[in-house]
């Protein structure tokens, strides 16, 4: 492989620009944090992405990311589940205004069109 083909492999599995997700409810209402990762891990953990001191979460709770095709959302495993826009998921592909719930944390999700 060269590095050209290289380059394309990358440049395939990087999110496409202006995706976000942002809290919608609690202490970190407004909070806006970029999708420009392959993949963030939302928790309350120090080892998480995105940390956030809410109990209701697990330590590594749920985790959105990009296939390189689409978004999607994947429980990792936490006590209390993830839910998009109400339904109780494992992994799920996203759309553009969906609704992420994780314990009390309500996250919104803007995608690029």
């Known amino acids: 492989m060269t590095v050209d083909q290289?380059?394309?492999v990358d440049?395939?599995?990087c999110?496409?620009?202006g995706a976000s997700a942002i809290v919608l409810s609690g202490f970190y209402e407004g909070l806006e944090v970029s999708l420009d990762r392959e993949r963030i891990?939302?928790?309350r953990g120090r080892k998480a992405d995105l940390a956030l001191a809410e109990a209701t979460i697990s330590r590594?709770?749920?985790a959105i990311g990009f296939d390189g095709q689409a978004f999607y959302v994947e429980?990792?495993?936490s006590t209390n589940g993830t839910l998009v826009n109400g339904a109780k998921v494992t992994k799920q592909a996203l759309k553009c205004d969906d609704e992420i719930q994780?314990?009390?944390l309500r996250i919104g999700?803007?995608?690029p069109r």
Request: charged residues 15%.
């Open 6 to 8: 290289n380059e394309t």
């Open 11 to 13: 440049q395939r599995m």
């Open 15 to 17: 999110p496409p620009s």
């Open 41 to 43: 891990v939302i928790g």
């Open 60 to 62: 590594s709770h749920a």
């Open 75 to 77: 429980d990792l495993g």
């Open 102 to 104: 994780m314990g009390k």
């Open 109 to 111: 999700v803007t995608l």
